[in-house]
């Protein structure tokens, strides 16, 4: 069973800083998605990457899936409160069953 | 459009109760993920279905059963409910087209 692994695992910050979540796997993803989710609430889907080294913006959010497609990166520039919520990587092998990694938590103060 | 329905979304049991968790999938998906969610941790995928057949299983107990039916949505039978068996559940539903699974706001299982 692969692993994904989220760095880090808690991140609290200022409004305005940047910031920057990996997720990494020794596994080959066919794809991979990156979810948001509120205390007590599902996971919304914000992304989903499919192509190595492809790079996706979702207004201040950028995603990028690495070139072998075992490990992806979400950046946030200018990060404000409402960014803050659990971040979860989540990726598919060969079956749609899908491998969350370890979270991440990020708090922004204003 | 309706995003993925759940329901109860809170459900109190006792210990070696049984519990029944339903879920609605979007409109024309076909395919229903089950995962548990413990406090803290990240969801763990328990069973799957595709076209009224399950398709794949995980760390499901066998105190615990799911079914799809003919009208997709998917039921989540849990028996001998034991403390551990509190969290939340979450089902999702795919979009085949790009593999995307969007989740339902899931179900709370307490058991005392």
């Known amino acids: 069973t692969q692993l994904l692994e989220q760095s880090p695992q808690f991140l609290s910050i200022q409004e305005g800083e940047n910031l920057t979540v990996y997720c990494n796997s020794s596994?080959?993803?066919?794809?991979l998605q990156w979810y948001r989710q509120e205390p007590g609430e599902g996971p919304v889907l914000l992304v989903t990457v499919v192509t190595g080294g492809e790079v996706k913006k979702l207004k201040r959010l950028t995603f990028q899936f690495g070139d072998a497609r075992k490990d992806s990166s979400l950046h946030i520039t200018a990060a404000q409160p409402g960014d803050t919520g659990l971040y979860l990587c989540?990726?598919?092998?060969?079956?749609?069953?899908?491998?969350f990694g370890t979270g991440t938590r990020l708090q922004v103060f204003p | 459009a309706a995003g993925v329905i759940q329901s109860p979304r809170h459900l109190i049991k006792e210990k070696r109760e049984t519990a029944t968790l339903k879920c609605y999938p979007i409109s024309r998906h076909d395919t229903v993920y089950w995962y548990q969610q413990g406090p803290g941790q990240d969801p763990q995928f328990l069973i799957s279905?595709?076209?009224?057949?399950?398709?794949d299983k995980g760390s499901i107990p066998d105190r615990f059963s799911a079914q799809q039916f003919s009208d997709y949505h998917s039921e989540l039978n849990m028996s001998s409910l034991e403390l551990g068996d509190s969290a939340l559940y979450f089902c999702a539903s795919i979009d085949q087209t790009y593999n995307e699974q969007f989740f339902g706001p899931g179900t709370r299982l307490t058991v005392l």
């Open positions: 596994s080959v993803f066919s794809s």
């Open positions: 279905f595709y076209e009224k057949m399950q398709s």
């Open positions: 989540a990726g598919a092998e060969n079956t749609d069953k899908l491998i």
